[in-house]
């Protein structure tokens, strides 16, 4: 028996890195608003964990959806009654970190049914963009690939980044979709631009760099980390962007995304793309985390026009991200743009 629980704050609670904090209030109310969201991809035999049953339900009914599964609506409460005496339990939220752990705790479920402490470690330093910057680095190689991004772990270090590179992006360790990123020219960097940039190094220790490219499109590319470990190629992601937030997915079939992104790029690139992060990603868990991960890219403008390149690698997302509810809906015959609204 799989049960959902949606919790928007992942990426806050892997910088926080505690069992308990005070949650955003745009977090906060994005999980009051969108609790229910599990449904949009869970099976008829799931359980979605919400905070009101009748609300979610009424929320839910008001998706205007091709195919729809009905899963069972509980509340945390009610977990613990629902899970003892099963046999076979697979608690699946967006995101594992330490706060969603003591949650689910405190609501009474056992630590047999949820990662261990070393395996929540583990996932949040996969999480970091470290990992993002070494994926990048060992895809460089390949022909029509561009992108470059360094960890700076001083802010000393950054500011000569900005200063030699004049067009950059600046990233927290742990960000989400765009929030904790920060476009940042040389000649134009303001107080608060460098305020934030100091804070977030004492905070979080680094920042990564980037440089900045002629972006042209967006798109992800998904995977699922197995139970047997490997890592394997689950569908493909075109999602939009706005001031570098993400505001909503393309709902296609999985040939008409294919289609979309290799009007630019050769999808022998995209395939052999593909499978070297199979293989890295696979070797990086190493086990220590299943359930969906993506890897967000992006199109690029070429300095000969009418050419263009792939960035391989914008970030890793080890959670289930929006590209994956996308899929799961276009899956279903669902077409259009899938976005939540505030």
Known sequence: MTFHYFNPDHEIALAMNAGRYSVPLAARRMRERYDYLPALWARTADTVIVDDVKTAQERYAAEELAMRSQPTFITLSQLPEMIEGKRIIDIQP????????????????????????RQLNRIRDLSHRAVAIQLLDELKNY???????????????????????????????????????????????????????????????????????????????????QNNGRVKFHGLSVFQTTNSSYSGNILASDK??????????????????TI?????MTEKIGGAYKGPLGVDMMVCESAKEGEYLLNPCVEINLRRTMGHVALALARRGQRGVFKLTN
């Open 143 to 225: 022909e029509g690939v561009t992108g470059f991004s360094r960890l700076c772990d001083t802010y000393e270090e950054a500011l000569l980044f900005i200063d030699r590179n004049k067009d950059v992006h600046i990233k927290s360790p742990w960000s989400c979709s765009g929030r904790g990123v920060k476009h940042i020219c040389a000649e134009t960097v303001t107080e608060n631009e460098l305020q934030w940039i100091a804070n977030t190094i004492e905070k979080q220790h680094s920042v990564a760099a980037e440089l900045t490219c002629r972006k042209v499109l967006d798109f992800a590319v998904l995977f699922v980390a």
């Open 276 to 280: 070297k992060i199979e293989q890295f």
């Open 94 to 117: 967006w995101g594992w970190d330490r706060a969603m752990w003591q949650t689910l705790r405190d609501a009474g479920v056992k630590e047999e049914y949820m990662p261990t402490i």
């Open 256 to 273: 008409e995304k294919k289609d979309m992104i290799c009007k630019y790029i050769s999808p022998a690139l995209l395939h052999a793309v």
